[in-house]
């Protein structure tokens, strides 16, 4: 499960394999997929994706606009499909992007526009 957001239809989406598998609909390439759910606003612009077959046509950007915690969401699709496990036989790992190494203060960076602040990491 993979979560984007939808700029055509104005709400959050998740690629899903168990629904690519049943309809056309929600097929769409992988390559495809990476693409529209790592299109982070101010760094990319939006992914206009097809699915496999062409006959749907969608505008994403990356699933963070709507989930911050990704793993919070598979969670929740994995109880919503498997009503009969229980959250104690279930274990997650949810690997992160790290720690933070640099804290930067507000009066310091107020000056900097968005360019310059991400060259400042």
């Not at 969608?58 to 915690?69: I, L, M, P, Q, S």
């Not at 919070?72 to 790290?98: D, I, Q, V």
Request: with cysteine.
């Amino acid at each position: 499960m993979i979560p984007a957001y939808d700029l055509t239809m104005g709400k959050n989406y998740f690629f899903r394999q168990h629904k690519a598998v049943v309809s056309d609909r929600h097929n769409y390439y992988l390559k495809d997929v990476l693409r529209a759910a790592t299109s982070a606003i101010t760094y990319f612009p939006p992914a206009g994706i097809a699915t496999v077959n062409g006959k749907k046509a969608c505008c994403f950007v990356d699933g963070g606009v709507f989930a911050v915690n990704p793993s919070l969401s598979a969670y929740a699709e994995f109880r919503y499909l498997h009503h009969s496990l229980y959250s104690k036989n279930t274990m997650m790992l949810s690997l992160g992007t790290g720690k933070q190494a640099t804290y930067l203060d507000c009066a310091d960076i107020e000056h900097l526009g968005c360019g310059r602040m991400a060259r400042s990491w």
